[in-house]
């Protein structure tokens, strides 16, 4: 795969991350899906994935989480689900805070990388992860083969559209969770308009799985946007730099 015309800081880090992973070799293990993710992203009202994140491009240093404690902390704060980024260069990330989590708490784990290689998928599985996020800016047209292979190893995918154009792919790839990201990755930009205005082309276009709305949010009164229109919600900075990741984890979801 060619990711030289991905542009800004997301290509940096997809380049960085395909020379990560030049000679892995993939090796499936197919396992059944039980959609546990998903699962979690139905239940009524709406559902708060809380992020385990140390630093990103957009903030710099962010906090040193120990990544069990921060998941079990938002889990009694009442997330569904806790994503952890696995991108060490940028995000203070690595594979090991992915197992911690897994072990800490009994809600569902996303692995949050940049997936530039079928490998990362099985490494997911393996790692314990029940979804991973695919990318529509990173992987272009390829973005149904990797949801094909994130199922066939018995993970959902959270697959990531930032503009109409991505949209269309990602429906293009039968997506079953849509993430709608208000952050434009290349210009590291926030808009929190732009979930709602793509969750609703989504349902207008027929989309009936998940939606996601990423990125951005700090107060409670930020979701009322999304409120009955996203399934859920994936917060990452303003949670991590709590005191308090518990009771910043349910005032954020509290309207
Ligand atoms: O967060 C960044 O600065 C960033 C930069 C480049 C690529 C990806 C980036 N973030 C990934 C995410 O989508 C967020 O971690 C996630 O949606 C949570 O966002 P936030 O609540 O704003 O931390």
């Not at 090991?96 to 009994?106: I, P, W, Y």
């Given at each position: 795969?060619?990711?030289?015309?991905?542009?800004?800081?997301?290509?940096?880090?997809?380049?960085?991350?395909?020379?990560?992973?030049?000679?892995?070799?993939?090796?499936?293990?197919?396992?059944?899906?039980?959609?546990?993710?998903?699962?979690?992203?139905?239940?009524?009202?709406?559902?708060l994935?809380a992020?385990?994140?140390?630093?990103?491009?957009?903030?710099?240093?962010?906090?040193?989480?120990?990544?069990?404690?921060a998941a079990r902390s938002y889990e009694r704060g009442g997330a569904r689900?806790v994503?952890?980024?696995?991108?060490?260069?940028?995000?203070?990330?690595?594979?090991?805070?992915?197992?911690?989590?897994?072990?800490?708490?009994?809600i569902?784990?996303?692995?949050?990388?940049?997936?530039?290689?079928?490998?990362?998928?099985?490494?997911?599985?393996?790692?314990?992860?029940?979804?991973?996020?695919?990318?529509?800016?990173?992987?272009?047209?390829?973005?149904?083969?990797?949801?094909?292979?994130?199922?066939?190893?018995?993970?959902?995918?959270?697959?990531?559209?930032?503009?109409?154009?991505?949209?269309?792919?990602?429906?293009?790839?039968?997506?079953?969770?849509?993430?709608?990201?208000?952050?434009?990755?290349?210009?590291?930009?926030?808009?929190?308009?732009?979930?709602?205005?793509?969750?609703?082309?989504?349902?207008?276009?027929?989309?009936?799985?998940?939606?996601?709305?990423?990125?951005?949010?700090?107060?409670?009164?930020?979701?009322?946007?999304?409120?009955?229109?996203?399934?859920?919600?994936?917060v990452?900075?303003?949670l991590?730099?709590a005191?308090d990741l518990e009771e910043a984890a349910r005032r954020l979801m509290t309207?």
């Open positions: 795969m060619d990711f030289t015309a991905v542009p800004g800081v997301l290509g940096r880090i997809v380049r960085e991350r395909a020379e990560d992973y030049l000679d892995a070799e993939f090796q499936p293990s197919a396992r059944p899906r039980t959609k546990r993710f998903e699962r979690a992203l139905r239940l009524p009202g709406l559902s994935i992020e385990v994140k140390r630093a990103s491009p957009s903030k710099g240093h962010i906090a040193a989480l120990d990544p069990a404690q689900a994503s952890v980024l696995t991108e060490p260069r940028h995000f203070g990330g690595d594979d090991q805070a992915l197992r911690d989590v897994v072990k800490a708490v009994a569902p784990a996303l692995r949050k990388d940049f997936v530039v290689h079928p490998a990362m998928l099985a490494e997911a599985a393996q790692l314990g992860a029940s979804a991973a996020l695919l990318m529509v800016s990173v992987l272009g047209e390829l973005t149904h083969t990797f949801v094909q292979t994130a199922h066939a190893l018995g993970l959902d995918a959270l697959v990531e559209v930032h503009d109409e154009r991505e949209l269309d792919v990602a429906l293009e790839a039968d997506a079953e969770i849509l993430g709608v990201n208000n952050r434009d990755l290349t210009t590291l930009k926030t808009d929190l308009a732009n979930a709602p205005r793509l969750m609703r082309l989504a349902r207008a276009r027929g989309f009936e799985g998940v939606l996601v709305a990423e990125s951005g949010y700090e107060r409670a009164e930020q979701l009322a946007d999304v409120r009955g229109l996203a399934d859920a919600v994936l990452g900075s303003s991590a730099a005191d309207p």
